[in-house]
């Protein structure tokens, strides 16, 4: 092995050099076969090393091919699930949207329910409230509609009676307005219907028999009191006694003859009496009707009472007035006002026109006031 000595660094000026001197040395004999025993060992480490990457390299490749047939398998299991897995999800979102429509449907028959159960556990303060104020309403309907304040007052009494039950110091209020209410309907005078229509049907009734001063009835005279014991005559004794008893005086007899004379007079001057009669007549025409308009005088007075009925009964009264003052001017015209008949049917007619008239029913408006303060504030 040889030696080299480098040579010092050169100077700033330019020195002449020597010439290099080579020193060699000998290596010691060992060493050479020692150098290629360990080349030779390193050869055959790196092919043992070779063979061993080649055994490693061949393995990983069969398992390479293994693995990758395992993944051809599980790719086509994959797909297969996916498209399972598709399926499942659309199937899934079918029975989603089927989902979400019975949900919607089972939410507004939720919000119903409460609604239900709202409206059904109300507290029993309130359903009497709604009770009396729907109670009251038809009841002023029925009081329209009939014009009779009977319905409201039964529908008030009714309340007043409901509450006095339930007893709820809160609702004094209530009826208190109740009582005021009543008060108010009672204190108007409502014409009764019914009465005035029999009171009408009365008088057409009448019409037939009522006397007219053209036909005027005959004059009764007042029958006479009964005579007394003493004065009344006794059968004579002639017919009476047997045979051979004592005469009857004279003086039986010409009573009686007296008797009989008067009474025979009496009934002709009661004739003669009949065959005059002095009367005050308003209306001299009424003396001039004949017999046959007699009657279409009574059946045009008929037709006058019965439309004043029906006007009544329509509630009608202007109408009504109307035909009941025609009807009573008609009676007092031509009719004989002295007769019981006629002035019980002119009574009648006067008791008609003053109970047919328009009358305005009160509202019950403080108690349904009272109704809406007491449901508002429960």
Partial sequence: MTETVSSPPALAEPVPTAPA???TRRLPGWLAPAVLALLVLLIVIALVQAWSAQQRVRT???ELVRRQQ?????SGEAQLMARQAQEVARDSAAKVALLEAKLSEVAIQRSQLEDLIQSLSRSRDENVLV????GLRVAQQQAAITGSAEPLVAALKQADERLARYSQPRLDGVRRAIARDIDRVRSVGVADIGGLSIKVDEVVRLVD???LLSQAEPRRETPKPAASAASVPRPSA???SPVGSTPTPVGGGLAELSDRLGALFDRVWGETRSLVRVSRVDNPDAMWLAPEQ???LRENLKLRLLNARLAVLSRQFDAAQTDLLSAQQALERYFDRSSRRTTVALELVKQVAAGAHQVVLPRPDDTLAALATATAGR
Wanted: charged fraction near 30%; hydrophobic fraction near 50%.
């Fill in 21 to 23: 001197v080579v020193v």
């Fill in 60 to 62: 990983l490749e069969q």
């Fill in 70 to 74: 395992d993944s051809g398998r599980l």
């Fill in 131 to 134: 009770d009396i104020d729907a």
């Fill in 209 to 211: 028999e009522l006397p």
């Fill in 238 to 240: 002639r017919s009476a």
């Fill in 294 to 296: 007699a009657f279409f």
